[in-house]
């Protein structure tokens, strides 16, 4: 499905500290409330790019997955926030129980998305989209309803993941909203090979990024991108009950109109903890070259990896990394 010879980029196992980036500034906002009110709040920083019919792309998850964004968390948002918007979600390329819709209806049922209405995007096919400046692909096939909506909500559950190394609003977009048959396949395997999951490292960042420029475009300012720092397995959801235990603290929410910095902004969250406390992530991470997700969206223009910190729970108040870790409880051992 490749459309371009090309060669990866490098580096994609090497953090890059924040006084070594250069160009602009973003605001990522910020808060440790880890509830249906905490979001409630923090989609208050950014709703203002929202109009219009809204697509909220989350992911959610296999049977009985248990780190995927609470139920009750998402169902406030949308009753308090969008009362007209629209889960979307597309099935998956790997064998299990969302790899056709009929499957994946029923997985919404027992994992209890039943009080929106949830788009499975490409249950009547895909439709594809441009992509201005990719050196992989010059158009991505997504799910045939995405351009239906005007707006677009990432709301994402920050964890790692098997080929990304992590998963963040990058992730969710970009593989979240490729349709299942071929934009998956575009993205994670070389044409007429055995093996689906042939393409990693540098290679599956930058296409799964591609992927991820095409929708952005689309809807170009009408974006906002939320990431829940919750149950970080180093597993993505995708793994069900088969998710790595969760070792790494829970942190908080974090919230732009900036994928770029708001992706950036997490992964310095975990770089900002301990040793003990960030190990598994940031193995995940760089075992994968994962981080190569983060120079590529910035290569391609797709946002600045410089920002402010804005905590919400101390009047708007500019924070720091080091306050944003300070004092985080062990996975399991919260009040």
Request: aromatic share 8%.
């Amino acid at each position: 499905m490749s459309e371009k010879k090309a060669v990866p980029g490098t580096g994609g196992e090497h953090y890059i500290p924040y006084q070594e980036r250069s160009g602009g500034e973003s605001v990522v906002f910020f808060t440790r409330d880890l509830s249906a009110e905490g979001l409630v709040k923090i989609f208050g920083c950014i709703q203002e790019a929202l109009e219009g019919k809204i697509a909220i792309k989350l992911h959610t998850g296999e049977k009985n997955g248990p780190n995927i964004i609470p139920r009750g968390w998402v169902k406030a948002l949308m009753e308090q926030k969008l009362p007209k918007g629209v889960i979307i979600e597309t099935n998956s390329y790997y064998e299990g129980d969302r790899d056709c819709t009929a499957k994946h209806r029923e997985t919404l049922q027992v994992n209890g998305w039943t009080f929106a209405p949830v788009d499975i995007m490409d249950e009547d096919g895909a439709v594809f989209l441009p992509i201005e400046g990719g050196k992989w692909f010059t158009r991505m096939s997504v799910g045939k309803t995405l351009t239906e909506y005007d707006s677009l909500l990432a709301l994402t559950h920050f964890k790692g993941h098997t080929k990304g190394g992590f998963g963040g609003s990058n992730k969710n977009i970009g593989i979240g909203c490729a349709d299942g048959k071929v934009g998956k396949a575009m993205i994670h395997t070389t044409p007429g090979q055995n093996d689906q999951w042939d393409i990693s490292d540098e290679e599956f960042m930058e296409r799964m990024t591609e992927s991820t420029k095409a929708v952005a475009d689309y809807f170009g300012k009408k974006t906002a991108y939320i990431n829940v720092m919750r149950n970080m397995s180093v597993s993505c959801d995708c793994e069900g009950v088969l998710a790595e235990p969760v070792v790494t603290p829970n942190v908080g929410i974090c919230a732009s109109l900036d994928i770029l910095a708001l992706d950036q902004a997490c992964v310095d969250i975990i770089y900002a903890m301990s040793e003990e406390e960030r190990h598994a992530l940031v193995e995940r991470m760089e075992s994968r070259h994962g981080l190569r997700q983060l120079s590529y969206m910035k290569e391609l223009g797709m946002g600045n990896d410089r920002y402010t910190l804005v905590d919400i729970d101390h009047g708007g108040r500019e924070t720091a990394l080091a306050d944003v870790v300070k004092g985080l409880v062990p996975f399991g051992q919260e009040a």
